[in-house]
């Protein structure tokens, strides 16, 4: 199958599977903009505490401030162990909310599919 050609917002190709007969994927045809906008404006609604690139990015940061404190002996090896510990909890914690988001955003798609499927299907049919 084709991949889509339409641009992401980041600048670059983006690499999903096209819809059959399209050059866009779902989130790229022009045809289910508003079903985008609809789904879109959802995100914020959702609750959670930020983004979670943001938070990720932070805890890499956290992380190292860590690793170099323990390494040039200002914080203790067992202490800085214990905190590692804590701070691999809250990576994980935000990898399993970004993993949820992105399969209610894939069911949100699907169901969006089925039904336009659904609505394609009785029009030829009727």
């Known amino acids: 199958m084709a991949r889509c050609s339409g641009i992401r917002v980041d600048g670059?190709?983006?690499?999903?599977?096209?819809?059959r007969?399209?050059?866009?994927?779902?989130?790229?045809?022009?045809?289910y903009e508003d079903?985008?906008?609809?789904?879109?404006?959802?995100?914020?609604?959702?609750?959670?505490?930020?983004?979670?690139?943001?938070?990720l990015a932070r805890l890499?940061?956290?992380?190292?401030?860590?690793?170099?404190?323990?390494?040039c002996g200002e914080i203790e090896r067992g202490v800085g162990a214990v905190a590692g510990q804590l701070l691999n909890g809250a990576r994980a914690c935000v990898r399993d909310a970004l993993?949820?988001?992105e399969q209610e955003e894939l069911v949100g798609r699907l169901e969006e599919l089925?039904?336009?499927l659904e609505g394609s299907e009785s029009?030829?049919?009727a």
Do not use: M, T
């Open 12 to 19: 670059g190709r983006c690499g999903a599977q096209a819809i």
């Open 21 to 31: 007969s399209s050059e866009y994927c779902v989130n790229h045809h022009p045809d």
């Open 35 to 55: 079903a985008r906008r609809r789904r879109n404006s959802k995100g914020g609604k959702r609750g959670g505490r930020g983004r979670p690139s943001v938070e």
């Open 60 to 71: 890499q940061a956290r992380f190292e401030e860590l690793a170099e404190k323990v390494l």
């Open 99 to 101: 993993a949820a988001r």
């Open 114 to 116: 089925e039904r336009l």
């Open 123 to 125: 029009r030829r049919g």
